[in-house]
């Protein structure tokens, strides 16, 4: 397993999914780890699993509705963690399905501000920080289906790829820093949030060489690759945890 001993790191959306599993594994490797999300009881319960465990974390409930919610996530997460904020995993978001005429705008705007603004702001907030120290890692999580067009997905898909092309472009800003930037694309992953998609959920996976959905602890043990000093020369990947959907 990767040492993340003495790191500090904030995931955002861990409350529940691919989130969760992904606090409880950076934990596990070693860091402290901020566990943002909505919810305050299952957040600490999140904690509670964390330190049971024998690692360490600590509660930072947000909403991620706007800039000032972002901004001040990054603020209110960097005192709980010491001041200081190594890792970040933008993780939280929203997946609105439906046809492009059904969409309304509020549902439009909720989708862009969680998935697009809310990252933008938080790594606007604590990527300079981590380039002033000469390190840190941003891990974005995306979607295989900001790779093709998917009926019923065109907003989703959209700010994910939106994320997608920011992952390199702040790769290129502030890489060079120390600051490694880099993004995982799932496939149909089993979690709480998919749970209400039945058996369409299994009817995508069936599509993809592996056949099957992934869990959440299958999606945080890449992320965990990404943020590790095992993979220090990468740099502005998306990796591609889709059970191999993106290669055929």
Excluded: C
Excluded at 115 to 143: D, E, Q, Y
């Amino acid at each position: 397993m990767p040492d993340l001993n003495g790191q500090t790191a904030l995931v955002t959306g861990a409350t529940s999914g691919i989130g969760r599993a992904t606090a409880v594994a950076l934990a596990a490797a070693g860091a402290t780890v901020a566990v943002s999300g909505r919810d305050k009881d299952r957040g600490h319960e999140v904690v509670e699993a964390i330190q049971a465990a024998g690692g360490s974390a600590v509660f930072v409930g947000a909403d991620l509705i706007d800039a000032t919610a972002a901004t001040d996530l990054a603020a209110r997460a960097t005192d709980a963690l010491g001041g200081r904020v190594d890792i970040l995993v933008n993780n939280a978001g929203i997946f609105p399905f439906g046809p492009t005429a059904s969409i309304e705008e509020a549902t439009f705007d909720a989708a862009y501000a969680l998935n697009v603004k809310a990252p933008w702001f938080l790594v606007a907030a604590l990527a300079p920080g981590m380039a002033a120290r000469g390190a840190g890692a941003i891990v974005n999580v995306t979607t295989m289906v900001a790779d093709f067009g998917a009926d019923g997905m065109a907003l989703y898909g959209s700010t994910k790829a939106a994320l997608g092309l920011l992952t390199k472009a702040w790769a290129a800003e502030f890489g060079p820093q120390g600051v490694r930037v880099n993004a995982i694309s799932p496939g149909p992953t089993r979690t709480e949030g998919s749970a209400g998609m039945g058996e369409a959920l299994d009817q995508l996976a069936s599509l993809a060489p592996a056949g099957r959905p992934a869990s959440p602890e299958e999606i945080a043990a890449g992320i965990v690759f990404l943020v590790s000093d095992e993979a220090s020369f990468v740099h502005g990947a998306v990796l591609a945890a889709d059970g191999g959907r993106s290669a055929t």
